[in-house]
């Protein structure tokens, strides 16, 4: 919102303050100022001057030679303006005068001819030419016949004006209209303000006769208002209204399209003037549009409309979008002579739909989305008769002819002075809260502590007792409310154990080597599909499509952050990083619905992918590429941390997308919770990758699963014991399930069994293996004698015969 100062003035007694220092007391009191510009530059020696004779330059075809009156001389200027003419009044620069852009106005010679000043156009003097009237685009400016000769044309053309640029909240639209903001000034000034005269002269004839009013949408259009002004001369509107609509950045048509441009910035009220006599009937009919309908705008657009519109009708056709744009069949021009005045109430989200489904932000739509004033609809049609009759010589015809269903109830909030001191830490007295009311002039009832308060419609942003507690504490002032370190005891802030848990899986999966990525949680349904882990999939699960996606590329709710992962793979080897160890934490969204009726399930994943070398140490001569048990060891190592290794356990499995011999799901407590294996050859080869190994977690299984309390295995006081053995089995027995098998024989002095060796091949059976292993025994208490030691190791051997039929090999 663009606020003129010397338009403000018209209402408020702004002496002795700056602008600068309105401007901080209005942001202070909770309406931002972004900025304080000069709408012009003062220049000196700039006046008013008269025309008295105008010729042909004798040495040049497009110069003319003018004897300019500037009230205490006569000079002779040199004018190339093609509309500079006798009799005309113009402004003069005369010699001395400094133009905008330091252009400085000297006596001259041109074309042989002396030339003592300057007829100025607007766009020399500053003005930007989008505000420009037509008129005087391609010439000089003319001013009106009352404008005194020799008058500084500086305060005339208001050049010595300075704009404010409020940005204004949402909620408060009273502030989009001078009187909202004077409003504003007033109570933060203490000061009177001084409203517009709305006094209409009227004619015996009654309006009613020439118009009638039929509202069907009554619930989008509450009130309708026409007015019927005669015998309208349309021409150029006054110059201080003029000035006052460049100054808030509105472009001055004519006297009777600014008359409506200039209420709707006083009063925040959109108005529209339709040509009576091209209205096409004397009805005014609004309505729902129907489907499919269309209208020609003032743009000259035809648009075509919904039922969602609202519009405004003579009865058969639409000859107006309400609240938006009028139609071009009935505008206002040159050859008005009659005028229909509209002040309507419309529905704001009506009006903001249209307004959204044309493109068509205008002045009067941001003011209807936001609600107007319904104590100044009326009164803003009022005005503008009032202007019409006065600057347009038009005939006001007696009475509004209307139709009102409109609530002008005032909110009655109630407050109490010790509960607005409990929300604002101030002392305030029933005293100071009778002041600040009457400053916002608001009407009250108070008993005792207690005011009923009536808030007048204009500030339909005030409904509840918070509402209030802002009004008074920005009317007390913000930097007058007294502020404390708070109380009571402080307590240290910490992470949550999830939080907690989370950061350690990032700081080792990390510490491993590996890269934390993040990938859209939004997928093509192809790929939203792949590479589900086991433990996620069951028959009827469905990724979730969008409603309105952005592209296909992006449609569907992934299950499965291993596609995007690879994707992100593929995209790094192809620039060159041919090692890739990438890792993410992160949500997929199930769900088993074919039409969602709840929100999918968000479940969080841990994710990684790795592909390349995984040790690469050229001096030594080391190169290991990332195999099975890399992978493994990594996520071993994860487990151990979180004191979970002897509840994982890793069963061969087969899994869409997976290579199926290289495949493993990941039980905790005998439950899925994931899988880890290489890519099937096909998806590699689909993705521009080698031999790659992914591995997809639950990570919310594995928190769950984490004890709250810290665990610890003491040193051992006492040497422990080894020994190796070397089994031959079955090629189908596991060596899981084997040195499960082991550690259970062997409890509670087998403290360690770890696999070392296999073998397959010469000197064995055919359909066997050798599976080594190393036996740790310990007993914390004690030093173990090789009797005890003995036992438990043929014990151990007994069981594994019983158990796989296996032997002891030589």
């Known amino acids: 919102m663009f606020v003129s100062l010397n338009w403000l003035k ?20 909770g309406i931002e100022v972004e900025g304080v510009e000069p ?7 700039l006046v008013v001057g008269y025309v008295k004779e105008c010729a042909q330059h004798p040495n040049a075809d497009k110069l003319n030679l003018c004897q300019v009156d500037v009230g205490d001389e006569t000079l002779q200027i040199v004018c190339g303006a093609p509309n500079v003419a ?7 620069a005369k010699p001395g005068a400094v133009l905008p852009g330091n252009f400085k106005i000297k006596k001259a010679k041109l074309r042989g001819e002396e030339s003592s000043g300057m007829i100025c156009s607007l766009q020399e003097l500053g003005i930007d030419p989008k505000y420009v009237p037509k008129e005087y685009e391609d010439g000089i400016f003319v001013f009106p016949e009352d404008a005194e000769v020799g008058a500084d044309a500086t305060s005339l053309l208001n050049l010595d004006d300075v704009i404010l640029e409020l940005g204004l909240t949402p909620n408060r639209s009273d502030a989009l209209s001078m009187l909202g903001v004077a409003y504003e000034v007033a109570a933060m000034l203490d000061t009177d303000i001084k409203l517009p005269n709305e006094d209409v002269q009227i004619t015996d004839q009654k309006a009613s006769d020439e118009v009638s009013v039929k509202v069907e949408a009554t619930d989008l259009n509450p009130y309708y208002g026409a007015m019927v002004i005669r015998n309208i001369e349309v021409g150029p509107s006054p110059l201080w209204m003029r000035n006052r609509l460049v100054a808030s950045g509105i472009r001055p048509i004519n006297n ?13 009220q959109p108005l529209h003037a339709f040509d009576y006599d091209r209205f096409g009937s004397k009805e005014v009919v609004v309505r729902r549009a129907q489907e499919g309908e269309s209208i020609k705008t003032l743009d000259n657009e035809e648009r075509t409309l919904s039922s969602d519109h609202l519009v405004i009708t003579n009865g058969k056709e639409p000859v107006a979008i309400a609240g938006v744009m009028g139609g071009a069949d009935s505008e206002v021009h040159e050859g008005t002579t009659s005028v229909l005045l509209e002040a309507a109430y419309f529905d704001p ?11 068509l932000r205008s002045e009067s739509s941001v003011r209807f989305e936001k609600a107007v004033d319904p104590d100044r609809v009326k009164r803003a049609g009022l005005r503008a ?51 600040i009311l009457r400053k916002l002039g608001f009407s009250y009832n108070q008993k005792g502590e207690e ?11 005030i409904t509840i007792f918070e509402d209030m507690v802002e009004e008074i504490g920005r009317m007390y002032g913000y930097d007058d409310i007294p502020f404390t370190m708070p109380g009571g005891e402080g307590n240290a802030g910490g992470l949550t154990k999830h939080q907690s848990l989370r950061r350690k899986v990032r700081h080792y999966l990390e510490g491993a080597g590996l890269s934390e990525a993040i990938t859209y949680s939004l997928t093509t349904e192809e790929r939203a599909q792949m590479l589900v882990s086991p433990d996620v999939k069951t028959e009827n699960l469905r990724p979730v499509h969008l409603a309105m996606p952005m592209s296909e590329e992006h449609s569907h709710l992934r299950l499965s952050m291993l596609p995007e992962l690879l994707a992100s793979a593929s995209y790094n080897i192809a620039r060159k990083q041919q090692d890739v160890a990438f890792y993410e934490i992160g949500s997929i969204y199930v769900s088993e619905e074919s039409i969602l009726t709840k929100q999918p399930n968000e479940e969080e994943r841990l994710s990684g992918v790795l592909t390349g070398s995984w040790v690469s140490h050229p001096w030594q001569q080391e190169k290991k590429n990332v195999d099975f048990y890399v992978l493994k060891g990594i996520l071993e190592g994860l487990f151990d941390l979180l004191d979970l290794e002897s509840k994982i356990t890793y069963k061969q499995a087969k899994v869409e997308g997976m290579h199926p011999g290289r495949t493993a799901k990941i039980e905790l407590n005998g439950k899925t919770i994931g899988h880890l294996g290489q890519l099937h050859p096909a998806l590699q080869k689909g993705y521009d990758l080698k031999e790659t190994y992914v591995y997809d977690v639950d990570l919310e299984a594995l928190f769950t699963a984490v004890s709250d309390e810290e665990s610890y295995t003491p040193i051992p006081r006492h040497p422990s014991v080894s020994r190796d053995i070397a089994l031959v089995v079955d090629n189908d027995v596991k060596a899981g399930d084997l040195r499960k098998t082991i550690l259970e024989a062997g409890q509670p002095l087998v403290q360690h069994a770890l696999v070392f060796d296999l073998y397959q091949g010469e000197h064995l059976p055919e359909g066997k293996k050798s599976l080594a292993f190393s036996l740790r025994y310990l007993d914390p208490t004690r030093t173990l004698t090789d009797e005890e030691v003995e036992e438990a190791h043929n014990t151990i051997l007994e069981k594994v015969k019983a158990d796989y039929n296996a032997e002891l090999r030589g």
């Not at 006798?86 to 003069?92: E, H, S, Y």
């Open 10 to 29: 018209q209402y408020v007694d702004l002496q002795g303050l700056t602008p600068e220092d309105l401007a901080e007391k209005i942001t202070k009191t």
């Open 39 to 45: 709408f012009g530059e003062p220049i000196e020696h």
């Open 86 to 92: 006798q009799g005309q009044k113009v402004a003069v």
């Open 256 to 268: 009777v399209v600014d008359i409506t441009n200039y209420v709707l910035l006083e009063y925040g």
């Open 349 to 359: 989200q009506t009006v903001r739909k249209a307004s959204k489904d044309h493109g």
């Open 385 to 435: 008769a009032q202007l019409l009759s006065q600057y347009a010589n038009g005939e006001v015809l007696e009475g509004v002819v209307d139709h009102d269903e409109l609530s002008y109830e005032e909110a009655v909030v109630t407050i109490t002075t010790s509960r607005m001191n409990h929300v604002l830490g101030t002392n305030l007295t029933d005293e100071h809260i009778q002041e």
């Open 451 to 461: 005011f009923e308060v009536s808030i007048p419609t204009r500030r339909g942003d």
